[in-house]
């Protein structure tokens, strides 16, 4: 026979433990998903790649929802903690809670509604995690998430317990609700997936604006920006695990194009650098049709040019023989000539890629 005192402390523990749960759940969400617009759209300025019930909005609407949602969640987590204390009771705590079960309530419609219209979509509750379509998982989550925030509008002010036993029951209802939210997550099992593999490079998928911000951030960006024409780039191709940006550029009164090179990583990719000259490359291309060799990169070491082969256009980097300024950086003191992963022959013209 169950003991009544052991039932009522569960039910109070059930109900109390969902406050700093739920504020815990809509501060992670809101960080999730503003790491990656701040990922998608910062740097390049650029719309980020609008994703979850979001794409039920016009497109003009969906930065203002956007930004509603993610003040939406943190003014809600945030007003969980601060009023699940005896400083918080009252009113204040009544409408903080009543708000996160009217929110999670809007969700549960929201993805009924993104599941019947666009059933590839993700729900994008977390981020890059949430991409998967939407299945009843993410409904019941949601539908649960509800109920425990309407279950916790008119609970007295929380406090540590009392007892060991009343910590063991508190600690007991919180394993049985994370391994609940657990089931009903299809998040974990992206998690898991993540933890145990390793994406090859050649078929990671990264927006060309992550590939722009990563850029900007590096040294080679400061190191050439001043020399640049424009900031935009005029061309972006890629090849195998490596990402070519080319902008137009003047050196040593030449018009040159500084071509940049950035590892498909998501955190800290490599950037690498050099300077086309087409100029100075038609020239190498007449000495190379009179017998003349020509100075390539072929992995790492500078080799000859085949002497019958002409040198195509785009063949990044050619070692240039064009002097460079007083104020070019100490590192290019004679010739400018950086090195830069080989790209194939072929360009492709795909900037989505």
């Not at 026979?1 to 815990?24: F, Y």
């Not at 990671?204 to 951030?217: E, F, I, M, Q, Y």
């Amino acid at each position: 026979m169950l003991n009544p005192d052991l039932v009522t402390d569960s039910l109070h523990a059930a109900r109390a433990i969902q406050i700093p749960l739920l504020a815990t759940v809509l501060l992670v969400a809101c960080a999730a998903k503003t790491r990656r617009v701040m990922a998608e759209g910062s740097a390049a300025r650029t719309a980020p790649d609008w994703h979850g019930t979001l794409v039920l909005f016009p497109v003009p609407m969906r930065r203002t929802v956007m930004i509603g949602l993610l003040a939406c969640e943190f003014v809600l987590g945030a007003g969980l903690m601060l009023t699940a204390g005896p400083y918080g009771a009252g009113a204040p705590a009544i409408v903080f809670r009543a708000a996160t079960a009217l929110l999670f309530g809007t969700a549960v419609g929201a993805l009924h509604v993104l599941r019947g219209r666009r059933p590839d979509a993700g729900c994008g509750c977390f981020g890059d995690l949430s991409g998967t379509p939407v299945s009843w998982q993410a409904l019941a989550r949601s539908a649960v998430l509800c109920a425990a925030a309407a279950a916790t509008i008119g609970v007295p002010p929380l406090h540590l317990p009392s007892s060991g036993k009343q910590a063991l029951v508190v600690l007991a209802v919180l394993l049985v609700e994370l391994a609940v939210l657990a089931a009903v997550s299809p998040e974990i099992s992206e998690i898991m997936v993540r933890l145990g593999y390793s994406e090859p490079c050649e078929v990671r998928r990264l927006p060309v604006s992550r590939t722009l911000a990563a850029l900007r951030a590096s040294s080679h960006w400061r190191r050439y920006r001043r020399y640049l024409v424009s900031t935009q780039p005029v061309d972006v191709w890629r090849e195998g695990c490596w990402r070519y940006v080319v902008f137009p550029a003047n050196l040593a009164s030449r018009r040159v194009e500084v071509v940049f090179a950035v590892y498909l990583k998501p955190r800290r990719p490599p950037v690498r650098a050099g300077i086309y000259d087409a100029t100075a490359d038609k020239r190498a291309r007449e000495a190379a049709g009179v017998g003349a060799g020509v100075g390539v990169e072929v992995g790492g070491d500078v080799v000859p040019a085949p002497r019958q082969v002409p040198v195509p256009r785009r063949a990044v980097p050619v070692m240039l023989t064009v002097k460079a300024p007083h104020s070019v950086p100490h590192r290019a003191s004679h010739h400018v000539a950086h090195h830069v992963p080989q790209p194939n022959h072929r360009r492709r013209h795909s900037a989505g890629l």
